[in-house]
């Protein structure tokens, strides 16, 4: 929404601060997916990613691709701010974690 006066009656507006995000893809019956993915976001990936978290809200996008049953995705954005020093090269989320597998 574009602007504050059309948010629909019992909803919020909340203001976040710009931000770099990390993006991850979870994949699979919802909820397992997207709680299969934190426990790898915040364990494995963050702590050698040559990142941290920002401080402010992770977000979860779901759209269309929610009702595909078991396989269903949902976009979380990790809000973070790079670390001095090289970025290491890091591989993408292991199939197990994204399916919940």
Known sequence: MSQVEQVPPGMRVHRLPASRYAIFTA???LPAAVIAAY?????EWLPTSGSAHAG??????YDDRRRRGTEAEVDIYLPIIIKPGPIPLHPA?????????
């Open 27 to 29: 994949r699979c019956e």
């Open 39 to 43: 426990p790898y976001i915040n364990d």
């Open 56 to 61: 402010t809200a992770t977000l979860e996008w």
């Open 93 to 101: 989320m292991p199939d197990e974690v994204a399916t919940g597998a």
